[in-house]
């Protein structure tokens, strides 16, 4: 094998790791900010839940 066809497959390879590397990266962050959205979500809820409903009146 030449030195260059061992050199296009160290660049193939290494561009390939790089782009699963975003990937990976990418679905990371995007389940990240799902699961912020639906904590705010569930605690814009919840506050409102506790405004409506109280659970204790006070004078």
Same mark, same amino acid.
């Given at each position: ?12 390879? %290494?561009?390939? *790791? ?5 990937? $990976?990266? #990418?679905?990371?962050?995007?389940? %990240?900010?799902? *699961? ?5 979500? $569930?605690? #814009? ?15």
């Amino acid at each position: 094998m030449s030195w260059r066809v061992i050199a296009k497959k160290e660049f193939r390879d %290494a561009s390939r *790791s790089r782009r699963l590397f975003a990937l $990976i990266l #990418v679905f990371v962050l995007f389940f %990240a900010g799902t *699961s912020f959205v639906i904590i705010k979500i $569930i605690d #814009v809820l919840a506050e409102t839940t506790r405004r409506t409903f109280p659970l204790s009146r006070r004078s």
